[in-house]
């Protein structure tokens, strides 16, 4: 029986080994490790890819969308629209910032957020939307910006599993008056540890939120506002640019395994794939299907040797944490269906054209 992993990273460390083992006898040589030289080569090369004026690198992507949410001075009275069935992390950056996150769900098909529900949850108090490009899949931010502007709110993307995906043209990341990115190891350009990063073309924003980002500080010793501890550090800033040379390949590699994955079980009925369109570049950071018989179908994968995941089992209204939103069960339907019937198949750099075959024969003969 084979093994197939859910995700790993040894292929991806395995093609960078040499790379690495260089740039750490640099690293140890130079002896500098907070704010040096890497981590602003790391922040100008993020940025380009982007084509976008700045980036600021920070400790992880919660600090990307709370400092995000700072540098725009959202807070206590103010609400934030954001999507209902994205990690926890979305919603606790709005939280920590005092301000109120609004849910609203996605399309079942796209696992997005659309302008017809955000519509819906538009008030006096609304002061900007998260889109998250949930999966690796861009929003439509033709449509989202176009509401954004009607309504003079703010865009902060949530571009964490979405590096490199792209939206007519343009790279997601980009879109928004600031734009919130993890580096999370796992994550599509990922780091050997935290860190996290916020893109933006306004130079004020900039300012402001390396500041908060570093004390509170711009000259040491001297601090001009409450700011906090979040610096990408240089170790995590070497492992990125290397990692972000061969980012457009990775990316490629999961979409032609994705299209494997979608001919070989087309014909399955009881299975909904990922959607696809000509205007967006999805580059599937995880390949999520539903069905209805998701928990039989997890073990029975399980049973062959090959793990898969839950994004995510449980949705954040439902989460103790958040029980002070008074979002009984029920609440956001679509939401919580697809936490009952989404299953996440493996996908990741060096999987093999065989281990997809082998995952579609075992997911074909269950439902014979």
Same mark, same amino acid.
């Given at each position: 029986m084979k093994h197939i992993p859910f995700y790993t990273l040894v292929h991806q460390n395995r093609l960078i080994e040499s790379e690495v083992h260089s740039f750490y006898k640099d690293l140890h040589a130079d002896a500098w490790y907070i704010l040096g030289k890497r981590v602003l080569q790391f922040e100008k090369e993020y940025a380009a890819y982007h084509s976008i004026k700045h980036c600021i690198g920070v400790g992880n992507g919660l600090d990307a969308l709370i400092l995000s949410l700072r540098a725009l001075e959202i807070g206590k009275g103010d609400e934030v629209i954001v999507p209902a069935n994205s990690f926890i992390a979305t919603m606790l950056a709005v939280t920590q910032v005092g301000a109120t996150p609004i849910l609203v769900e996605p399309d079942s098909r796209t696992f997005n957020i659309t302008t017809e529900e955000i519509q819906k949850k538009i008030s006096s108090k609304t002061k900007a939307i998260i889109p998250v490009h949930l999966y690796g899949l861009p929003c439509d931010m033709d449509a989202i910006g176009a509401l954004a502007k009607k309504h003079n709110l703010d865009i902060i993307e949530d571009n964490a599993q979405a590096h490199g995906a792209m939206y007519k043209n343009q790279k997601t990341g980009s879109f928004g008056i600031v734009n919130a990115t993890s580096f999370y190891p796992v994550k599509p350009l990922g780091a050997f540890g935290d *860190? *996290? &990063? !916020?893109?933006? @073309?306004?130079? $004020?924003? @900039? /300012? /402001?939120? #390396?500041?908060? *980002? @570093? =004390?509170?500080? &711009? $000259?040491? =010793? =001297? =601090?001009?506002? !409450? *700011? !906090? @501890?979040? #610096?990408?550090d240089e170790i995590q800033a070497g492992v990125l640019s290397i990692k972000l040379k061969y980012l457009e390949g990775w990316n490629e590699e999961r979409v032609q395994l994705a299209g494997l994955y979608a001919l070989l079980l087309k014909e399955v009925d009881a299975v909904l794939l990922p959607v696809s369109s000509s205007d967006w570049k999805h580059i599937y950071h995880q390949y999520v299907i539903q069905t209805e018989n998701r928990d039989e179908l997890k073990e029975h994968l399980a049973k062959h040797g090959i793990e898969t995941g839950i994004h995510y089992p449980v949705p954040a209204h439902l989460q103790k944490a958040y029980e002070f939103l008074n979002l009984k069960k029920g609440s956001l339907p679509i939401t919580e269906k697809l936490s009952e019937t989404i299953l996440s198949l493996p996908i990741y750099t060096g999987m093999q054209k065989s281990d997809v075959e082998y995952v579609c024969e075992v997911i074909r003969k269950f439902y014979k």
């Open positions: *860190g *996290g &990063a !916020v893109t933006t @073309n306004d130079d $004020e924003l @900039n /300012k /402001k939120i #390396r500041l908060l *980002g @570093n =004390y509170g500080s &711009a $000259e040491k =010793y =001297y =601090y001009q506002t !409450v *700011g !906090v @501890n979040s #610096r990408l």
